[in-house]
């Protein structure tokens, strides 16, 4: 069975300063990884995914993140936060060979940003 | 890019009655769509995987009977929650899963029973 942990349920940074929300998963076959935000009573936008090609992925508003196997990590960064950044920050894995069906959630971690 | 809208945003029911949320992809048909449950500080599940014109595939321990899924078009499925209670008070998004492999989510919906 696959599993998602994110550690730290909460992250603050201040404005400028790097990004890191940590990731790490656990499956019996060649993972797909995702990263989606959340802003207060929206719903989940994509910011980036990896499907086996670069480990690392570049997505939307600066954010990357890179697929360590040997770590089964993905964690999600960013050089520097934009207040615009404070939201839910959800990884999440699904089966490689299903493609994107079904998505295994971790809990969230929740980004606050102080100016 | 696509939208996935969720309907309605927040509902308190009576414990015992029934309530309906629904998922609508508004600019691309969605042959699947996915019922998701997330309680407090806790994960999104998956509670099932609805295809159009045919069976909710429901995930191990959720009551098929208690969560009524219709995908009946491809741009619409429906959750009923059945005979609500207070335990069945949480937040329920969809998402929806396009020609292109991309998935796209609702907004959620919370339910509250009293």
């Known amino acids: 069975a696959q599993s998602v942990t994110q550690l730290g349920s909460h992250v603050s940074v201040s404005e400028g300063a790097l990004v890191l929300l940590r990731c790490n998963y656990s499956?019996?076959?060649?993972?797909?990884l995702f990263w989606y935000v959340q802003y207060p009573n929206q719903g989940l936008q994509l910011l980036l995914k990896?499907?086996?090609?670069?480990?690392l992925v570049k997505g939307i508003n600066g954010f990357e993140a890179e697929f360590k196997k040997s770590e089964t990590s993905f964690h999600l960064t960013k050089p520097s936060a934009h207040m615009s950044d404070a939201a839910e920050y959800f990884c999440?894995?699904?089966?490689?060979?299903?493609?994107?069906?079904?998505?295994?959630f971790g809990t969230g971690t929740r980004l606050l940003v102080s100016p | 890019g696509a939208v996935v809208s969720q309907h309605p945003s927040r509902v308190i029911c009576k414990s015992g009655t029934s309530v309906k949320i629904e998922c609508r992809s508004l600019?691309?048909?969605?042959?699947?769509m996915f019922w998701y449950r997330q309680f407090p500080k806790q994960s999104l599940m998956l509670m099932a995987t609805?295809?159009?014109?045919?069976?909710?595939?429901?995930e191990q321990g959720v009551e098929k009977d208690k969560f009524l899924i219709n995908h009946a078009s491809l741009t619409l499925s429906t959750l009923t929650v059945t005979s609500a209670h207070p335990e069945d008070s949480s937040f329920y998004i969809c998402?929806?899963?396009?020609?292109?492999?991309?998935?796209?989510f609702g907004e959620g919906s919370w339910l509250t029973v009293v």
């Open positions: 998402s929806a899963r396009e020609s292109g492999n991309t998935i796209y």
């Open positions: 499956s019996s076959v060649p993972p797909y």
């Open positions: 990896y499907t086996s090609a670069a480990t």
């Open positions: 999440a894995v699904s089966e490689g060979n299903t493609g994107f069906q079904k998505l295994v």
């Open positions: 600019d691309f048909q969605a042959t699947t």
């Open positions: 609805s295809n159009e014109g045919s069976k909710a595939t429901y």
